[in-house]
């Protein structure tokens, strides 16, 4: 599975690529910092999953979500946000999971096993 990785802490990114190069089957195809290159490296590379950063930009996400479906049709969109409560924004939004930037590991994995249906509960 290709993962790309969107998030403008770099930290972040690199925890997340830490624990993601641990499970198989998992490759990060490609990261990002900010959206106008999120978008054009998504388009790109096509990943099988997108890993965003909720806050990753001043634009509403809401707003870039119908555009990522165009761009990526086939993409996963798994959303992180450190704010509970963009959940069910981002979730009416259309994204396929959300995960809180708060979470242990163990269900970071477990959410992308979720989306791709591929989860256990």
């Known amino acids: 599975m290709k993962i790309f990785l969107a998030d403008d802490q ?4 690199w925890g997340l690529r830490i624990l ?3 499970e198989n089957e998992t490759d990060i195809a490609g990261e990002a910092s900010e959206l106008t290159e999120m978008l054009v490296e998504a388009q790109k590379i096509q990943p099988d999953m997108l890993l965003l950063d909720w806050e990753l930009s001043n634009v509403r996400m809401s707003d ?9 049709p086939k993409t996963k969109i798994l959303v992180m946000s450190g704010r509970p409560e963009a959940q069910s924004v981002a979730m009416s939004a259309g994204v396929d999971g ?3 930037k ?8 477990e959410a992308i ?3 791709f249906g591929r989860g256990e509960g």
């Open 98 to 100: 959300f995960l809180s």
């Open 64 to 72: 870039i979500i119908p555009v990522l479906r165009k761009l990526c």
């Open 113 to 115: 096993n979720n989306v």
């Open 10 to 13: 770099r930290e972040v990114r």
């Open 20 to 22: 993601l190069e641990q």
């Open 102 to 109: 708060g979470d242990q590991p163990e269900k970071v994995i």
